[in-house]
Nanobody
Framework: QVQLVESGGGLVQAGGSLRLSCAAS????????MGWFRQAPGKEREFVAF????????YYSDSVKGRFTISRGDAANTVYLQMNNPKPEDTARYYC?????????????????WGQGTQVTVSS
């Protein structure tokens, strides 16, 4: 059974830092592109960051560019989201996703597997 499991969420003060992790199991995701999305209450799920399977290309939403960093672990079945200088508007449930062929990195339908998410709350 394929699973993506996020961890590392919690309560953080604005201006602090937090690192989210996503561990994949059930199959190898070495050749899969990985993305992070988030969803706040009453809002649609939105794109946050993307990394290619090689780990050589990255994309970020304008709202997090320069503050968040996506990376892959040495085992390649793990992906991280380093959140620096978070803001209250970053409060949301964060999901990682894996896709074999991702044509549009911001499009949820392009991803094949999703985790259950981890809650991030940023206090002001």
């Amino acid at each position: 059974q394929v699973q993506l499991v996020e961890s590392g969420g919690g309560l953080v003060q604005a201006g602090g830092s937090l690192r989210l992790s996503c561990a994949a199991s059930g199959r190898t995701f070495v050749n899969y592109h990985m993305g992070w999305f988030r969803q706040a209450p009453g809002k649609e799920r939105e794109f946050v960051a993307f990394i290619t399977w090689k780990g050589s290309t990255f994309y970020y939403s304008d709202s997090v560019k320069g503050r968040f960093t996506i990376s892959r672990g040495d085992a390649a079945n793990t992906v991280y989201l380093q959140m620096n200088n978070p803001k209250p508007e970053d409060t949301a449930r964060y999901y990682c996703a894996a896709g074999d062929v991702v044509t549009t990195v911001t499009k949820t339908d392009d991803y094949d597997y999703w985790g259950q998410g981890t809650q991030v709350t940023v206090s002001s």
